[in-house]
């Protein structure tokens, strides 16, 4: 019997040749699937921060605050309009919020530094028309405003993700169909006697869509691990923001899930690809 050779790769698997590009193209789309996968949960986890209480704060910023308006220093007449609700915020804050921005130096702009009030809740209507003439120059900002824009960003950061997810998806099922076709036409004439001699199309799509799905795992696999430093060192750039120097657990888990997804993936498609060139066959 001639069914035995059908668990030799050499015989039944796909050539080395196509194999190779095979893989490289997958790590490449699953490289960028995990950066798309770190913006998406980086901007999903700014939203969640900003959906508390910061987020629903008014920020009042008042340039100049020591020069005199109306008889009185600037920020005192900003701080008069604010009223209790209002706090200003210390020199430290101030230069803790400017860091990620302008570095450790913050303080010591020839400028500077403005006197920055936050405030609970939004101001009243005409608020910032009375603000302005009491203090010319005073800027407000409203987080709630942010907010909505941060949320905004975060779900179309999600759909793209999505749309990387189906283009990789494609991508890769579209390399393995081709692959796999290449393949079949190079080992041919062996497929046509083993087909022949009676081994069924499950059993010869089975072989052949194991080992493809092999490589796919492994180029799946190695995308995803040359993605991790970078993703490293893209997360030191970002600790002053606040968002760690690590990554987070749920990256981690995605990363983790891309290469099988990717196996399954090209298992199928290698299945499809192979039963279908067999039924041309018969």
Known sequence: MAWPRLHRADHLGLPAAPGRPVAAVVAGMVFLAALAAAGTLAASDLARRWRGAAGQATIVQVPR???????????????????????????????????????????????????????????????????????????????AEWQAALLTLARSLVACFWLV?????????????????????????????????????????????????????????????????????????????????????DLWLLLAMLPPAACGIGWVAAQASVRAWLRRLA
Do not use: C, N, Y
């Not at 009030?117 to 209507?125: I, N, R, S």
């Not at 991508?171 to 169909?177: C, D, I, L, S, T």
């Not at 430093?229 to 990554?247: D, I, K, M």
């Open 65 to 143: 605050p020591a020069e005199q308006a109306g008889g009185t220093t600037r920020e005192a007449a900003v701080a008069g309009l604010l009223g209790t609700g209002a706090r200003l915020l210390s020199q430290a804050e101030v230069e803790a919020r400017l860091r990620p921005w302008l570095g450790a130096d913050a303080g010591r702009l020839g400028t500077g530094l403005p006197a920055v009030f936050a405030v609970k809740g939004a101001l009243p209507a005409g608020s910032e028309a009375r603000l302005d003439q009491a203090a010319p120059g005073t800027l407000v900002s409203r987080g």
């Open 165 to 249: 997810l189906a283009v990789v998806g494609g991508v890769a099922a579209a390399v393995v169909a081709i692959a796999t076709q290449a393949g079949l036409a190079a080992r041919r004439d062996a497929l046509e006697i083993v087909h022949g001699l009676g081994a069924t199309d499950a059993m010869i799509a089975g072989r052949l869509a194991g080992r493809m799905a092999l490589l796919v795992l492994a180029g799946a696999a190695a995308g995803a691990l040359a993605a991790v430093p970078l993703l490293l060192a893209l997360a030191g750039l970002t600790a002053p923001f606040g968002t760690g120097t690590g990554l987070p657990p």
